[in-house]
Every structure is written in C-alpha cells, then in structure tokens.
C-alpha cells in the first residue's frame, strides 16, 4: 500500500478513562488542520465502551478519518512482559509496536491523550527527521528535576538528559525503526533490563539514543511554570503527570484546554470529573510524583557514575593530543595572517601525478576491479565508523535539494576533517541519488600518489579526481569532469582548497567548482555541515563533533552571463548560503581574526 502524498498519519493509545480526554485533543487537532491533508487517526486500544466509540467516530468527515484498532490480541502474546505502576496500563506501550503493525507507512506521529493541539499537525509531520529513528522534545518535567536528571544520565544512559526526550508527543521514522530491528531490540531488553521509573520512554531513550533528533520545545509544552513559553511559541500542550486542568485549578495553559472542551460532546463530563474530584485524590497525585522521585534517587544511587571522565568541560578529561594542539594553533596563526588557502596537517611529500599513472574514468579493467574492491570496503568502513561513533551524522537538513537535482552537479563542502568525503557519501545513499549516480570526490595529488595505508587504498580507488601540479595530467582531469558531469554524475570538491581541522567558519572560495559548472551548464548544490561537540571523547582527547549537514539550494548557471560571470556570481552567492547557515547555526555573525577584509 503506497500512502498519498498529503496523508497524515496520527496515533494515539488509551482505554476507556481517557476518551473524554482524547476528544479534546481531537477537537483541537481538527480545528487547527487544513482542508488540503488527509488526516487519518487511528485509536489502539483494549477495552472501550461501545457508546464512547461511537461518539468519536463523529470526528469523521471528508479529510479527517477516525479508526479503533483493537490490539487485545496482539498484547495478549507478550502481556507478561508488560511491567506497569501506579496510574499506568499496557496501553503506553502500544507506539513500540508500530514499525512492525503498520508496514504501509514510513513515519507516523504519535500523540498522548492528554494534550491540547494549537497548530496543524501536519507541521510537525512534515519535520525532516533525516535518519534519526524518532524526533521529540526534551521532557520538562527532567528538565525541571535533578534527580531525574541523575537518573536518566546514570541508569537509563543518557549521556546528557537535554537529549533526554518525552514520548508523548513523538515524530517517529517507522522505515529506520524497522530497518534497526526497534521491536525485537525492545522484547529482547524488556527480558533483561526493568525500568521502574518512566517505563516505556526510559526503553525509547535508551535504544533510540545517538538517532532521537530533539525538536522546538513548542512542540511538547508542558505546564511547569519554571519552562513558561510564550504563547505564540506553543504548538502541543501536554498536562504530563499531575498537572491535568481536569482535575486541578490553576494550571499553566488551562484556558486552552476548556476552550476546546466545550466544543466536545463530553464537556459535561470532564466538568463532573473534575469536580468529584476529591482532595484525597490529589494528595495521591502528588505522593505519586513524591514516589517517582524517590524511586529515580533510589537505583541512582545503586549505579555508579563515570561520567566525570566522558563530558566535555570537565577536569578529568583524557590529554589532549599535543599535535592537534599545534594543529589549532597553526589554524589561528594562519586565520589572523589571512592565508586560509594553505594546509596546516604534516600531509606526505607530494609526488607528482603523470597522465599514465591514472584512468580517471575507470575504463581500463584493472581499475575496475580496483575500484569496486575499493567502494566495496569503503562501504564496511562508513558503516562501521557510523556504529562506533566516530563520524556522528546528527540532522541532514535538505535533502531534497540534492534528490531533485536530475542533471549532473558540483557538490561543494567546507573541508575539516578526513572523514568529510565519508559524511557527504552517507548523505548521497540517503539521497536514494546512488541509485543511479556515482559521486567522485576530488582530492589532492599527494593524498593519491602517496598517502599510506587503508585511507591510501581508498584515497586511489573509491572514484576519486586527483588533482596535479602536471598539466597534461590536469587536461585529462578537466575532460573526465566534463565527461563526469554530462553524463550526469556528481562531483564532490571542497572550494576552500585547504582543510583546517575542526574548523567551523567558511573560508574564501577559490574558483575551480564553479568555473567546472558554469563550462558544463550544471548546477552547484552547496553543502555546509555545522557542528557541535559531543559527549564523546576521541583518541586525541578531543570532543568527537556532531555534524549537522545541511544542504541548500542548487546555485544554477544562467544563459545570459558569460562563463567568467556566472563563475564569480555562482562562487559569491555559494560563499553568502554558507555564511547564513553557519550564522543562523551558531548564532554569531561570522568574522576573522586577520586584517585581511573578506568577500
């Protein structure tokens, strides 16, 4: 079954105790959608009452399908597994199974009962969750907690619990869930590890860790006063635990509860809830949280912390490599001199590349041979490093403007570390481009004539453009672009010339990517990864750093401008996307350290 470009898939779980509350957060939900999507809810459930079922089927109409899905069957073959406490039922594990009970969609939302919609959900749908498995917010009430905050960095193993997500309100990537095997993981922990304290989220956290993408906290407000937002900032209310306007007065956001449940067929009912609600009641709200809590300091205490040696910031850190060291001390000498063309890495002597010693197009059988050994190898090797954590692909922002791209194309990136060639080669297979593209990367001359090792092999083989200081060498590099480029493949080139490790800031281009470009009539699809350190601290005794990719639009030669023209307007305006991401990303306006003024 293929889903319809505007369909909405949205999921929630109750029993029947929380219907008057579900349609609330139908109410709200539908009032705030748009004629053009195809809403479809389907409700997983147990046990409700019949006349409750009917009453919500009366959200039906001609964009918005309802559903009961009843999972008794389902649950019965593991419910022994199913641990639960206080207020809880085994209905909060039903969104663990839909990778595996709905194979017809690639992602879905799900949604707790008790929240408010204040925005299309569709808009929360259409969020480009790239690889990660699933897109949340970070929970407040741990945000707002130190013992929770302890127990979710020591027992669940979030190394830092602002990536801590709630699992209420949830954008989740069935595809990527599926493909990582999420429930047979999950059975399989549920056998092994109890978590007491938020069951079923703490087991989201903990698998899902490394792939959760967290999103605008409007996403999953919840009312805790100390976590206020504005009110044009809020998307989703969520009244997590005992802040509930149906039970209590004075709760943060409770106007816009009411204002939606009056429009339901069961206001009168939550008006009954709500006053037969007895101060006893209340009281066993707040020991539960004054359990939950007690509970989270109890099994911190029994885990021991080792995580004074893993964060960034602190004093117990490994040494730090005197080599990177000099490394970035060379970078800011450089910076402040104005030579950001020049290369700070100690790189092998270079041998000069002649036109015999390389088939830039692969046509001799050897090389074929080669390169397919080669690509073959350099697949196990990205994929090996992606599970090991040392190259960290956090978010790819755009990938549609690299899938749409048809012709052949110039992929320009800032350079700042080796395995900038293997984040870019991700990207492209994510794409789905691979299907029919190849990508070559262009790199240095010493790099393919004399670089030792594996990268050496690699560096050789994996259809690569060396370039060289030999000019009949470099008449045959320009004809294979040419040729590379009109048949319709990719070439990846990093306009900076030099890589300065770990070097956030974009350089001045030189012009070569373009110039190839503007001579071919292709476009140039500029890609500027951003970065953030992690909690992961490298061999060097560095932070391993989080790489945001984000792909902008292709920059296209225009028919009326010369080939110098386009090749200084299409470098301008490259240099310009690059500059407006990384300010927006980090928030600072991008400046030098030199006297040099830069374009």
């Known amino acids: 079954m293929e889903q319809n470009l505007n369909e909405i898939p949205i999921f929630f779980a ?34 409700i009452k019949k006349e409750n079922m009917e009453k919500i089927y009366k959200y039906n109409k001609e964009n918005v399908s309802v559903e009961f899905v009843d999972l008794t069957s389902y649950v019965e073959t593991i419910k022994d597994k199913l641990y639960t406490r206080d207020y809880y039922t085994k209905t909060t594990y039903f969104r663990l199974f839909l990778p595996d009970l709905y194979p017809q969609y690639n992602k879905v939302i799900y949604l707790d009962s008790d929240i408010t919609i204040l925005e299309d959900i569709a808009n929360l749908y259409n969020i480009d969750i790239g690889q990660n498995l699933v897109a949340g917010v970070p929970d407040g009430v741990i945000q707002s907690v130190p013992i929770f905050q302890e127990y979710v960095e020591k027992v669940v193993g979030i190394n830092d619990y602002n990536k801590y997500f709630n699992a209420g309100i949830l954008l989740m990537n069935l595809d990527e869930l599926r493909k990582f095997r999420f429930l047979e993981k999950f059975l399989y922990l549920l056998g092994t590890i109890k978590f007491t304290v938020a069951q079923d989220q703490d087991y989201l956290n903990r698998i899902c860790k490394g792939r959760a993408k967290i999103i605008d906290k409007g996403w999953n407000a919840m009312p805790i006063e100390e976590l206020k937002l504005d009110e044009n900032e809020l998307k989703i209310i969520h009244y997590n635990l005992g802040l509930k ?15 939606y449940a009056k429009e339901t067929e069961f206001y009168e009912e939550i008006k009954r809830i709500k006053n037969n609600y007895t101060e006893e009641q209340k009281f066993n709200d707040a020991e539960t949280t004054n359990n939950l809590i007690a509970l989270a300091k109890k099994e911190s205490d029994c885990v021991g912390d080792d995580r004074m040696k893993k964060r960034v910031g602190e004093e117990e850190l490994p040494s730090k490599s005197k080599e990177r060291v000099m490394v970035l001390e060379k970078i800011e000498k450089l910076e402040r001199e104005g030579r950001f063309d020049e290369d700070v890495e100690n790189d092998p002597e270079t041998i000069i590349l002649t036109p015999e010693n390389i088939d830039y197009l692969r046509k001799k059988s050897y090389s074929k041979i080669k390169s397919k050994v080669a690509n073959t190898m350099a697949k196990k090797f990205l994929k090996d490093i992606l599970r090991d954590n040392k190259l960290i692909i956090k978010e790819i922002n755009g990938i549609e403007n690299l899938q749409k791209v048809q012709t052949g194309a110039m992929i320009t990136c800032n350079h700042f570390n080796p395995f900038d060639s293997f984040t870019i080669e991700s990207v492209f297979r994510t794409s789905g481009q691979s299907e029919n593209k190849k990508l070559y990367k262009v790199i240095r001359e010493g790099n393919y004539t004399n670089f030792p090792g594996l990268y050496g092999f690699f560096f050789r083989n994996c259809d690569t453009l060396p370039l060289s200081s030999n000019k009949r060498t470099m008449i045959n590099f320009m004809k294979a672009v040419d040729t590379i480029l009109q048949r319709g493949d990719f070439i990846l080139i990093y306009p900076e010339q030099s ?78 996307v690059w500059k407006k991401v990384y300010e927006d990303f980090y928030k600072v306006p991008l400046t030098y350290t030199t006297i040099k003024t830069i374009k």
């Open 14 to 47: 109750v029993d029947d105790a929380y219907i008057p509350c579900l349609s609330v957060a139908i109410e709200s939900l539908i009032q705030n959608s748009k004629k053009e999507n195809k809403y479809i809810i389907k409700i997983l459930y147990t046990d």
């Open 499 to 576: 890589m300065w490790w770990n070097y956030r800031k974009p350089k001045p281009l030189k012009n070569g990517a373009f110039k190839m470009a503007a001579r071919n009539k292709v476009p140039v699809i500029p890609v500027f990864i951003t970065m953030k350190d992690s909690n992961i601290i490298g061999d060097d005794g560095f932070p391993i750093q989080e790489y945001y990719v984000n792909i902008e639009k292709p920059i296209y030669p225009q028919d009326d401008l010369s080939e110098k023209q386009n090749t200084e307007k299409m470098k301008e305006e490259n240099y310009n």
């Open 245 to 259: 306007p149906w039970h209590n007065d004075n709760i943060l956001y409770e106007e816009h509860f009411w204002k």
